[in-house]
């Protein structure tokens, strides 16, 4: 294996590392939400991972795909959990499958060696795997391309019935202030509403990629998003979350860049200019930082429905 082929299979393996070791915490931390993300970002750097043109064997990208299902299964136990008293799936512990990841880079150790092997669930077959369908290398440009694949269009849903008597809400996204508009690639926003203990009132929504015309000093969306939840049945002390998302072509992932929130006493119909914060998201609300010195804004207009 050539060095550079090397250098990329550590530095693959070291960032799933990281990210699972940084599920595993939030997780004991009783921070759900941001675990869920955090076990889900994993999921997609194993996915992808196995697209890398001769960094793994066939073997190895069977046992990170296994990981990788592994990990979607306990997002999405952890999902479950904000509505129940369940945990995650805890038969296979992430120590070792950190371990057993830190013996590849080693190259100590098979992946059929590791004591739970059997334990992992089966890879993701191709139609669930959209990535793993295509070539088993991807420019960077059908990395975008893959990406953009699986959330173009967004993941926006319609509100399904109103009933009489209770309130609405539809949220325009108009544009976000960026210094560098340009620069950002497949842009998306991530809308999500969480009560004050971090329980989401509702699935999260994604916008679809901006593809207008970028504005100086603006990305533009223009998208409408639909609460399904009534405002009355929304927890007091509740905020929706706005995450600016885009994709980084050198590290073949979402990246988050910033992020806006709304909490429930903003809500007043009409156009709304929301501060923008730095990353990590967060969802407590209890280290705020602004992105920028200068006067930017997420721009947002509120309609109100009652029948």
Same mark, same amino acid.
Request: glycine share 4%; charged share 25%.
């Given at each position: 294996m050539s060095a550079a082929l090397k250098n990329s299979r550590e530095k693959i393996l070291h960032s799933v590392i990281e990210s699972a070791n940084k599920a595993s915490s939030l997780e004991s931390w009783g921070m759900p939400v941001e675990a869920t993300a955090e076990y889900m970002r994993c999921n997609r750097q194993l996915t992808i991972? /196995?697209?890398? =043109?001769?960094?793994?064997? #066939?073997?190895?990208?069977?046992?990170?795909?296994? $990981?990788?299902?592994?990990?979607?299964?306990?997002?999405?136990?952890?999902?479950?959990s904000l509505k129940s008293?369940?945990?995650s799936d805890d038969s296979v512990d992430i120590t070792d499958i950190c371990q057993a990841l830190q013996n590849m880079i080693q190259g100590d150790m098979t992946p059929v060696e590791s004591s739970f092997y059997n334990k992992l669930p089966a890879a993701p077959t191709e139609s669930r795997n959209p990535l793993k369908a295509r070539s088993l290398f991807l420019s960077d440009d059908d990395y975008s391309l893959a990406i953009k694949a699986m959330g173009k269009s967004g993941t926006?849903?319609?509100?399904?019935?109103?009933?009489?008597?209770?309130?609405?809400?539809?949220? /325009?996204?108009? =544009?976000?202030?960026?210094? #560098?508009?340009?620069?950002?690639?497949?842009?998306? $926003?991530?809308?999500?509403?969480?009560?004050?203990?971090?329980?989401?009132?509702?699935?999260?929504?994604?916008?679809?990629?901006s593809t207008k015309h970028r504005e100086v000093a603006y990305v533009p969306f223009d998208v409408d998003v639909e609460l399904s939840t009534p405002l009355e049945e929304i927890p007091q002390g509740s905020a929706i979350f706005f995450e600016f998302k885009h994709f980084k072509?050198?590290?073949?992932?979402?990246?988050?860049?910033?992020?806006?929130?709304?909490?429930?006493?903003?809500?007043?119909?009409?156009?709304?200019?929301l501060e923008i914060y730095k990353k990590p998201t967060d969802f407590r609300r209890k280290n705020l930082s602004l992105l920028s010195v200068k006067p930017l804004y997420l721009h947002v207009t509120l309609i109100l429905h009652k029948i």
């Open positions: 991972a /196995t697209t890398e =043109k001769e960094s793994f064997a #066939d073997s190895e990208k069977e046992f990170l795909l296994r $990981i990788a299902s592994l990990m979607e299964m306990r997002a999405n136990a952890l999902q479950d008293a369940a945990g926006l849903v319609k509100r399904r019935q109103i009933l009489p008597g209770k309130t609405y809400l539809t949220i /325009t996204i108009n =544009k976000i202030g960026m210094k #560098d508009p340009q620069s950002y690639i497949d842009p998306v $926003i991530t809308i999500t509403t969480l009560t004050q203990q971090g329980t989401l009132v509702e699935p999260q929504q994604d916008t679809p990629v072509p050198k590290k073949h992932s979402i990246s988050v860049k910033c992020f806006s929130l709304m909490e429930m006493d903003e809500i007043k119909p009409g156009k709304k200019f």
